[in-house]
């Protein structure tokens, strides 16, 4: 089955066609971080008219890349939840209308489903029961997964995502927008253990994350001593990304001790981060567990996890109706 996915819950307007759930055929994405940089954060109205006017040439070359016409494509997965609702509106309307028009099948998926079930594109994926720890810039969940479609939420953030912090540090250090990318180049040169960090809420079988704290302590550091330069950049940047890298890792791996689970996935946007990546393939080797990690292009958003969560659940009995709609806040 040719699935054709599409994602619009923040700034990327996203398209992907997948074979069997499987195999991406073509994944064409238009980011809009230079539209948003220079207000240090995605502008919710601007991503919603920049989705409109990227959707249609975003499918176009989806198409194209793939060889593929609309006439090939057998089911319509949309990410409708969580997200910017102007922009999931934008994605849902267009997929229902070229659903009716193609005469297939069209699903909402949920925006957190897709990141956990991105794994699926891999070569090595999991087998349920898994835990998925979902980090990104608007969320750091963690799910246990005995089953597909089945997700039962463990814990997540109080108040920043770990996302949000690196950008909010990263803007307090001078650093552009977003702050995942740059902060990690510059810890590759510091000393992660030059600066004690706090790590919040780190008490046994507490599953949630605070980040704020960790933001404010970073503050009230540039306001005693300044905005740091040279080395001293470096090693703040490895000291902040290590308290985030260590908060996640350590409770993801406690969890799974907790529930017996042996196999994790790591995901979202953030799961690309080099710190975070091998501190969880450390912890997760050292207690004998399995983890799994898409490539950095898929811990963004993409279309091609929307298809795959979406041809999973049509394979579940799963249809949308005439009555589909945007959710901004849809909890998993």
Request: with cysteine; charged share 20%.
């Amino acid at each position: 089955m040719l699935v054709l996915g599409l994602e619009t819950s923040c700034d990327e307007t996203a398209a992907s066609l997948v074979e069997d759930g499987q195999q991406v055929l073509s994944d064409t994405v238009a980011t809009q971080i230079a539209i948003h940089q220079r207000y240090g954060g995605v502008v919710p109205e601007l991503a919603s008219r920049n989705h409109v006017v990227q959707v249609l040439p975003v499918v176009d070359q989806c198409l194209q890349s793939a060889g593929k016409s609309l006439a090939d494509v057998e089911l319509i997965a949309v990410t409708s939840g969580p997200g910017l609702l102007g922009a999931l509106l934008v994605g849902v309307q267009f997929a229902k209308a070229l659903a009716l028009a193609m005469e297939v099948p069209v699903i909402g998926v949920n925006h957190l489903e897709g990141h956990l079930l991105a794994i699926l594109l891999e070569d090595l994926a999991p087998v349920p029961p898994f835990l998925g720890l979902v980090v990104s810039g608007g969320h750091t969940s963690l799910y246990d997964v005995p089953e597909y479609g089945q997700y039962r939420l463990l814990g997540s953030t109080r108040d920043d995502a770990a996302g949000e912090a690196f950008d909010k540090v990263a803007k307090l250090l001078g650093l552009p927008y977003p702050g995942g990318a740059p902060i990690d180049s510059l810890a590759r040169e510091g000393d992660p253990k030059a600066i004690r960090f706090p790590r919040p809420l780190s008490g046994p079988g507490v599953f949630e994350w605070s980040f704020s704290g960790l933001k404010t302590a970073v503050a009230s550091r540039i306001r005693a001593h300044g905005v740091p330069q040279g080395q001293e950049m470096a090693d703040l940047c490895a000291s902040f990304q290590e308290a985030v890298a260590d908060s996640l890792t350590r409770k993801l791996v406690a969890a799974a001790r907790q529930l017996g689970r042996q196999q994790l996935v790591l995901c979202g946007g953030v799961a690309a981060n080099s710190r975070l990546r091998a501190l969880a393939q450390e912890r997760a080797a050292y207690r004998d567990m399995s983890l799994f990690v898409p490539p950095p292009n898929r811990c963004t958003d993409n279309g091609a996890m929307i298809a795959a969560a979406g041809y999973r659940a049509y394979l579940r009995g799963v249809r949308a109706d005439d009555t589909l709609n945007a959710s901004a806040a849809w909890r998993l």
